[in-house]
């Protein structure tokens, strides 16, 4: 057997670590700790007991909830412990992590077992955010906190906000509708602008009424932008003076 044939499955791997650090955007000091990130234990159990990435999904697992606590803590200042709460478990939960990892592409660099590779392993649903969970923790150890919250946020954001935008949660687009319906006028109507590269685009909206202006906003996502310049809207039609009147 040639010399290099024994090793070759290792390199092949070595790339896939490597492919996922470029796709995380990630310069990792040690690629050791993201090998270890995507280790199954049933890898580990087959070949000589290796760390397996569990202590590392721990880690993650705190790291993450903490940052998109905090990111909604701040970012949402008028929802109620209930509504963060409930936002926090839709955006962490085992499938909205699977869904990120199968956008990055962590499946096919899991270290797994024969009998989980064989049994569709990397696409399911618990190996998949337990592994982003792994990720989270290696960046956070070879990285530190602040790479790790850019991370965690050009990932989550956009499903943060969806999240807080959802049934439950102040429907600034809602109101604005069934204030203007009061005053006489025409339904609101919302432009979008769309800026930064793919990845990371950042939304522009302006609202008009009347054909007037009234609100403005922005948001990683197109329904955060709207409902950010229905705010602006709601907050200027309130205040203004004859705020009953429809807008001439």
């Known amino acids: 057997m040639c010399p290099d044939m024994a090793s070759a499955p290792a390199r092949r791997h070595r790339d896939e670590v490597v492919a996922l650090a470029e796709r995380l955007g990630i310069e990792f000091g040690d690629l050791g700790l993201l090998r270890q990130a995507v280790s199954h234990r049933s890898w580990c159990a087959e ?26 803590y701040r ?13 926090r478990a839709g955006v962490v939960s085992a499938t909205a992590l699977a869904e990120v990892a199968m956008e990055l ?41 602040a790479a790790s919250e850019e991370l965690v946020l ?12 959802g049934p439950g949660v102040l429907d600034y687009k809602s109101q604005l509708q069934e204030l203007v319906a009061r005053r006489g006028d025409e339904p609101p109507a919302y432009q979008l602008e769309a800026a930064g590269p793919d990845h990371r685009k950042t939304f522009e909206a302006h609202v008009s009424v009347a054909g007037h202006v009234v609100g403005d906003g922005s948001g990683s996502t197109k329904k955060a932008a709207e409902q950010a310049a229905a705010e602006s809207a709601l907050t200027l039609l309130r205040t203004a003076p004859g705020s009953t009147e429809p807008l001439q």
């Open 47 to 72: 070949n000589g007991g290796r760390p397996s990435n569990e202590r590392l999904e721990f880690l993650g697992d705190s790291v993450l909830g903490l940052i998109v606590t905090d990111h909604s």
């Open 75 to 87: 970012r949402y200042p008028d929802l109620a412990e209930s509504e963060l709460s409930r936002v």
């Open 154 to 165: 050009r990932l989550l954001a956009d499903r943060i906000d969806a999240a807080a935008d």
């Open 105 to 145: 592409e962590l499946g096919s660099a899991l270290l797994l077992g024969k009998g989980e590779a064989a049994t569709g392993g990397r696409a399911k649903t618990s190996i998949l955010a337990d592994g982003l969970e792994a990720v989270i923790g290696a960046v956070y150890l070879d990285q530190g906190r």
